[in-house]
């Protein structure tokens, strides 16, 4: 049944039995694939990371609202496939919404969903921003499914080897600082820029948007 627009509020989003149906066999999927978590967690920590840093940056409360619900809704287009999953997600998005009350809250999340792949894009608007920050900086080792080093591929063998990872947010000096802790008895930093490159700029970008730069630091290390 589709959600009414007064409905649009992370609970509504977050108590949708449809939208938690999609999210589990989103993860199911990934589970049988042998890839990273891609579930509640990933899209809890993902929410949470996307309203703190519009929190931090003073951003109205609706707009907070509004990248938490994208950012907790992101990567449900897996369900159908990871090929184009960023637009299969908002096509399901606003599959869910009663399509007489699209409005412009509505098409916010849809785009902020549909482009958050698009690594060399600018998100278009601090909603989007705040969810690539979100999703991108979501490296926590404990979404490895698989235990077994020699098994996985290097990009699963980079984030197994973030033992923790933070977004601190200096509105003062418009700084987001994402501060990672690699074993690196897992991998190398340069392992981490190989596979993270991409991923690296394109948090860059986000933080442009949102009118900060975006510091690196790695292990104690700043390298942005
Ligand atoms: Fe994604
Ligand atoms: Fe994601």
Redesign the pocket.
């Known amino acids: 049944m589709p959600l009414m627009s007064e409905l649009l509020t992370f609970e509504g989003i977050k108590s949708s039995p449809e939208i938690q149906t999609y999210l589990e066999f989103t993860d199911k999927a990934f589970a049988i694939m042998g890839y990273k978590e891609h579930g509640q967690g990933h899209a809890m920590r993902s929410a949470d990371t996307a309203e703190n840093i519009l929190k931090s940056l003073d951003c109205g409360a609706r707009e907070q609202e509004l990248a938490k619900i994208a950012a907790y809704l992101?990567?449900i287009g897996n369900m159908v496939s990871i090929r184009s999953?960023?637009q299969s997600g908002a096509v399901i998005f606003l599959n869910v919404i009663d399509e007489n009350l699209y409005d412009d809250e509505i098409f916010a999340v849809a785009t902020a969903i549909g482009g958050?792949?698009d690594k060399n894009m600018d998100p278009v608007s601090p909603i989007a921003a705040a969810l690539v920050l979100g999703?991108k900086t979501d490296v926590r080792r404990e979404r490895i499914r698989t235990k077994d080093m020699f098994l996985i591929d290097k990009h699963s063998l980079v984030i197994a080897a973030c033992r923790k990872a933070e977004v601190i947010v200096n509105k003062e000096k418009s700084i987001i600082k994402l501060k990672i802790d690699i074993d690196a008895s897992i991998c190398s930093v340069m392992d981490y820029f190989e596979i993270f490159m991409s991923r690296t700029i394109y948090c860059k970008r986000a933080a442009n948007v949102l009118k900060c730069d975006l510091e690196l630091y790695i292990n104690e290390d700043k390298f942005l």
Do not use: F, K, T
């Open positions: 992101h990567d999953h960023d958050h792949e999703d």
